[in-house]
Every structure is written in C-alpha cells, then in structure tokens.
Nanobody, 124 residues
Framework: QVQLVESGGGLVQAGGSLRLSCAAS????????MGWFRQAPGKEREIVAA????????FYSRSVKERFTISGDNAKNTVYLQMNSLDPEDSAVYYC?????????????????WGQGTQVTVSS
C-alpha cells in the first residue's frame, strides 16, 4: 500500500509560479512511477506529467510542456511539480498518483494509488 500526500497548492496570479509536492510512504519511492493529474470543474481528469522511478524518462501534456517540470527526490520519497507561467486555464484540483513498476505510465486507469488532491487557482 502507498500513501500519497500532496501540498503546495493555492491561489496565484496569472504568470506566477507554484511548486506542488507529493510525499509517498509505504513503499520504496524508487520502485514507483509517479504522475500528476488535474481535474477542473466539469472536465475529465487529465494527465499533466509523469516520471519513471529512475527519473530519466518524463512525460508532459502538450498544454504544460515548457512551463511545468516534474522531478523526484528518492531520498525524501517526494515528487515535485514546478509550475511556471501559470494561466487561469491551469486552475484545477491537482492529484498525485503512483503505480509500481519501471515503465512510464500516463493513463489514469493504470495508476493504483492517489492522493487527496490540492487546489490550484490562477487568477487573471
């Protein structure tokens, strides 16, 4: 079993930055593929970024590429999402997710563990 706890959400003006953190416990972080998803009101949950356990392979959705960076710290069992140049369209609840394995996973249906979510609101 893996427990995930997100933090770092909040209210920010357009063009600003936030860094989300996701602390994992219960399994060795180095054996997990980690992902960040988001869900805005009335919309489906979508992948934002993902990273393999090695940290070598990453994925970004087209809408956040060049603005967001996913990274992991194995020593702290924590994955981060650095979000820059935020836009009101980025407003959503952001979820951290994990699945055991070595491969990159981007489909929400394949992630086994989810955090409770953290709200990100970007004002115009």
């Amino acid at each position: 079993q893996v427990q995930l706890v997100e933090s770092g959400g909040g209210l920010v003006q357009a063009g600003g930055s936030l860094r989300l953190s996701c602390a994992a416990s219960g399994r060795s972080f180095s054996n997990l593929c980690m992902g960040w998803f988001r869900q805005a009101p009335g919309k489906e949950r979508e992948i934002v970024a993902a990273i393999t356990r090695s940290g070598v392979i990453t994925f970004y959705s087209r809408s956040v590429k060049e603005r967001f960076t996913i990274s992991g710290d194995n020593a702290k069992n924590t994955v981060y999402l650095q979000m820059n140049s935020l836009d009101p369209e980025d407003s959503a609840v952001y979820y951290c997710a994990a699945v055991e394995g070595t491969e990159l996973v981007v489909s929400s249906t394949k992630f086994d563990y989810w955090g409770q979510g953290t709200q990100v609101t970007v004002s115009s």
